[in-house]
Nanobody
Framework: QVQLVESGGGLVQAGGSLRLSCAAS????????MGWFRQAPGKEREFVAV????????SYADSVKGRFTISRDNAKNTVYLQMNNLKPEDTAVYYC?????????????????WGQGTQVTVSS
């Protein structure tokens, strides 16, 4: 069973940057697509970005395209989310998830395992 642990969240001013990390345990990390989602207070968890098992294919929500970059290092069993030009509306708990598939996933129910989340707060 894969376990995921997110880190790197914090408080940042609008226009600033943060880099989130998601460390995975388990031998099969490199075989599956990985995604980042976020959940703001009172809202449902929403898709942010996804990366293929090779790292060669990525996809982003329109709200973060051009500002966020997802990447992975299979040798370190870690997936990253570089977030630049942050906005107050990016404030949320950010979760990484893994699918039991090599296919990209864009919906919450397509993911089998989630981390505990890391809080990102962007002040105006």
């Amino acid at each position: 069973q894969v376990q995921l642990v997110e880190s790197g969240g914090g408080l940042v001013q609008a226009g600033g940057s943060l880099r989130l990390s998601c460390a995975a345990s388990g031998r099969t990390f490199s075989s599956y697509a990985m995604g980042w989602f976020r959940q703001a207070p009172g809202k449902e968890r929403e898709f942010v970005a996804v990366i293929s098992w090779t790292g060669l294919i990525t996809s982003y929500a329109d709200s973060v395209k051009g500002r966020f970059t997802i990447s992975r290092d299979n040798a370190k069993n870690t997936v990253y989310l570089q977030m630049n030009n942050l906005k107050p509306e990016d404030t949320a708990v950010y979760y990484c998830g893994t699918r039991r598939s090599r296919e990209l996933g864009f919906e919450v129910d397509e993911y089998a395992v989630w981390g505990q989340g890391t809080q990102v707060t962007v002040s105006s």
